[in-house]
């Protein structure tokens, strides 16, 4: 069983770049949700896909946006980089449920963006 | 809203110390509680959960207890190793898409 799995591991920006990030899930997931953890803190809920479409968004901007692919893969892009953009990016796989909840998220080993 | 508060950090332990990391949530409805564990420089690993009041997850020697009337979700390990080093976070999952996460306790276990 492969577990979530991200691309790049680093990553230098400077300020009004953009930036892809990647995320393999793990196998037999179909829902990937992305979280910001900044230097000290907390992961903080980006948003969340499940079957290719927006399933739930945290308190981020729209330059914030992603895409999830039919392989249940998924991309994180950032528009207009800002220096507090500088994070780690976290991506998590898991099963969504038909009654609506979710099982347990599984983390990748995350992204972590350096805007200069 | 749904919120989750970790004691702070750093906690300096001896090895085979007793380890309690207190964590006490607010929330609607009857939410999923999770310990994770972070190394430095990697991802998060899920260390234990629990999804309903009264039950206790448990994993390499860690302990937590889902108290409802307390609101609470401590972290307990009975001996320590320099191997436990780590930040823990305790978080939520309240029956939606989104964890929430408390701000993290840095562990570290001198030898």
């Known amino acids: 069983e492969t577990g979530v799995t991200q691309s790049p591991t680093h990553l230098i920006k400077t300020r009004g770049q953009q930036v892809t990030l990647r995320c393999s899930s793990q196998?037999?997931?179909?829902?990937v949700s992305w979280y910001q953890q900044a230097l000290g803190q907390g992961p903080q809920f980006i948003f969340q896909y499940y079957r290719e479409e927006e399933n739930g968004r945290g308190n981020f901007p729209p330059r914030f946006s992603g895409l999830q692919f039919p392989n249940y893969s998924s991309e994180l892009n950032v528009n207009a980089l800002e220096l507090d953009d500088s994070a780690l990016y976290l991506c998590?796989?898991?099963?969504?449920?038909?009654?609506?909840?979710?099982?347990?998220?599984?983390f990748g080993p995350g992204t972590r963006l350096l805007v200069l | 809203g749904n919120s989750v508060t970790q004691m702070e950090g750093p906690v300096t332990l001896s090895e085979e110390a007793f380890l309690t990391i207190n964590c006490t949530y607010t929330a609607t409805g009857y939410p999923s509680l999770f310990w994770y564990v972070q190394y430095p420089g990697e991802g998060l690993q899920l260390l234990l959960k629990a999804t309903k009041a009264d039950d206790k997850g448990s994993n390499k020697g860690f302990e937590a207890t889902y108290r409802k009337e307390t609101t609470s979700f401590h972290l307990e390990k009975g001996s320590v190793q320099v191997s436990d080093s780590a930040v823990y976070f305790c978080a939520l999952l309240p029956g939606t898409y989104k964890y929430i996460f408390g701000t993290g306790t840095r562990l570290k276990v001198l030898a």
């Open positions: 196998s037999g997931h179909n829902t």
């Open positions: 998590a796989s898991s099963y969504y449920l038909i009654a609506g909840n979710q099982e347990t998220q599984y």
